[in-house]
């Protein structure tokens, strides 16, 4: 695991005990720099403000200049264990899709999935290509995920559920089974979100028991089906 204090939610910590140990560093990696956008959007007031560091990410992961972005430790993290596997495509959408939620609430349909496809889809995308495995359904699952973690966190009730609907319509396609080994963490977490979603659930601001205890159910029936 890299050296360097890469700080990530419980949840994904708790994933990335499942990948095959050659993929961990690269997953945390990711997470984190998932969590990173969050703490833009969570910290900005100002839009323009938000804009301007999201500017500043994308300048980073794109190269524009040499020099962008060295000396953040999670920056050089992706430069040295991520970026040379992966590239940066799917992280500038990623970005692309954070500031979505710069914009006020509540959000249309139409911003929700342009939410769902850069910032779920971007991600997943990226883990793929980092494992060497991206079937055409994982950006599908990404949406799924990204929709019903932002029914935890967005403040407006509307915009909860109908990313709630949405994202049971994102899952309708994506396979239950069949997902290969260095993709399991993210089989695992689209089968928490699937329980949810079809209980018309919004996610937790935090996750509750009966969510780790399905998520270990899911890690022992995996294992099982191996």
């Known amino acids: 695991m890299t050296d360097i204090i890469i700080e990530i939610l419980p949840l994904q910590r708790l994933l990335i005990a499942y990948a095959p140990k050659n993929m961990r560093e ?42 962008s972005g060295v000396g953040d430790p999670l920056m050089d993290a992706l430069r040295a264990r991520v970026l040379p596997d992966a590239g940066a495509a799917g992280l500038l959408e990623a970005i692309e899709g954070w500031e979505v939620l710069l914009e006020p609430l509540p959000l249309s349909d139409r911003q929700l999935v342009r939410f769902a496809e850069h910032r779920g889809g971007g991600l997943f995308r990226t883990m793929g290509q980092l494992a060497g495995l991206c079937p055409p359904w994982l950006s599908q699952a990404g949406m799924g995920w990204a929709l019903w973690d932002l029914s935890g966190h967005v403040s407006d009730g509307d915009t909860a559920m109908r990313s709630i609907a949405m994202a049971q319509e994102c899952l309708a396609d994506v396979p239950v089974r069949g997902w290969p080994d260095v993709l399991a963490p993210l089989q695992m977490l689209v089968g928490l979100v699937r329980r949810d979603v079809r209980g018309n659930r919004t996610a937790p601001a935090r996750m509750s028991w009966r969510q780790y205890g399905h998520l270990l159910w899911l890690g022992l029936w995996r294992k099982g089906k191996a």
């Open 26 to 67: 690269g997953q945390q990696i990711l997470w984190a720099f998932d969590a990173r956008m969050a703490e833009i959007v969570r910290s900005t007031q100002e839009p323009m403000i938000g804009q301007i560091r999201f500017a500043w990410w994308r300048e980073a992961l794109s190269g524009e200049k040499e020099a």
